[in-house]
């Protein structure tokens, strides 16, 4: 299991330590760093700004939400900074939740799975540049039809040639049907909340999805599951798991719409349904204090790594035996180097040099 680095939302602005952060997980021998958009900041500049002071460590976008671009301008983004890092890029995307693609987008929410279906067909038909690009779906359409414009679009073949025509994408993906999707058309899943005692019910969604694979997909050993894990050295566990009890209050109880959250959805079959309720109750309320309170320690056990640093390296015992091929660490920057050293990483011992071969 390999090592990155996932820089995080930006708040009212850069988040503070970012770019070194960068720099430590490239020196530590980390196979990736990864950024984030949700409102605010966007994924790609950042990714392309810290990520040019590094020769190594792989660039992934975790995630651009795909309301955001349409698929040939994510296609023109991700072929662009593949050819500026030297093929080091990696394309995340994901659907975001109701409140934001119709709020802030102002696109439709409705048939996810559908509309990644197509937008991630759009995304490879412009990497493979075998012909100007063409699509008839029920989301996209290429050139667009006559009756909706001036009748004068053609089918287009991007003037640059990408790097990679297998250039890989990745999907973030939370509920059942998302995750077989995600392990029949994408080349890696982002999960958000994995937990390890859940690793058998997300192997068999995966190997359902793999069973839908088609001709010319990557293959299936090339699969990436790049896990977003929350890491905080404190004290203790009750400590440290304080620093993360905000962050999955917020998912719980502010990241979706009452009966519209996927996030909730995902901690819920964890079996804390309950909790999850408080929480999110106190949140909508306006108490974020009372809804972090709220959340159990061992809900935060099965999500994150927390503790001194033998609780680390004794709570990565368990993630080093699941489907898990990268864990994604988030924490504060200024503590990477300390939370890296206690999960056992030196310079180049968390590099798999397989993949470049």
């Known amino acids: 299991m390999r090592l990155g680095y996932h820089t995080g939302y930006w708040s009212a602005g850069p988040p503070q330590g970012a770019q070194q952060a960068v720099l430590t997980a490239e020196r530590l021998g980390f196979d990736s760093v990864w950024t984030a958009e949700a409102y605010g900041s966007d ?21 651009a939400q795909i309301s955001a671009r349409t698929p040939t301008a994510t296609a023109m983004a991700a ?55 063409t699509f008839d779906g029920e989301f996209y359409r290429l050139p667009l039809p006559a009756d909706q414009g001036m009748g004068l679009g053609k089918s287009l073949r991007s003037t640059v040639h990408p790097l990679r025509a297998d250039l890989p994408i990745h999907l973030a993906a939370e509920g059942p049907r998302n995750i077989a999707l995600t392990a029949e058309i994408a080349d890696g899943w982002l999960p958000l909340f994995y937990a390890p005692r859940l690793d058998g019910e997300f192997r068999q969604l995966l190997d359902d999805g793999f069973g839908h694979r088609t001709a010319g997909s990557s293959p299936r050993e090339r699969f990436e599951v790049t896990a977003t894990v929350p890491a905080v050295l404190g004290a203790d566990v009750e400590q440290a798991a304080d620093a993360v009890r905000p962050f999955i209050a917020l998912y719980a109880g502010g990241m979706g719409a009452r009966g519209a959250n996927y996030h909730r959805d995902a901690l819920a079959r964890l079996g804390y349904a309950e909790a999850l309720d408080e929480i999110a109750a106190h949140f909508l309320a306006g108490d974020r204090a009372r809804a972090a309170a709220a959340v159990p320690t061992e809900l935060v056990r099965d999500v994150a790594l927390v503790g001194t640093a033998d609780d680390l390296r004794d709570q990565l015992g368990a993630w080093q035996q699941t489907a898990v091929t990268t864990m994604l660490l988030q924490t504060d920057p200024r503590d990477l180097p300390w939370v890296a050293e206690a999960l056992g990483a030196t310079a180049g011992a968390a590099v798999d040099d397989s993949r470049d071969a």
Do not use: C, I, M, N
Request: proline letters at 8%.
């Open 79 to 133: 072929l662009t900074l593949d050819h500026l890092s030297g093929g080091r890029f990696v394309l995340g995307l994901g659907v975001s939740g109701p409140q934001v693609v119709e709020g802030w987008y102002g696109q439709p929410y409705p048939k996810p799975l559908a509309r990644t279906r197509e937008f991630v067909a759009v995304v490879r038909q412009v990497l493979a540049r075998e012909a100007p690009v």
């Open 43 to 63: 994924a790609f500049t950042p990714l392309a700004w810290w990520g040019a002071a590094t020769t190594r460590v792989r660039l992934g976008t975790a995630v």
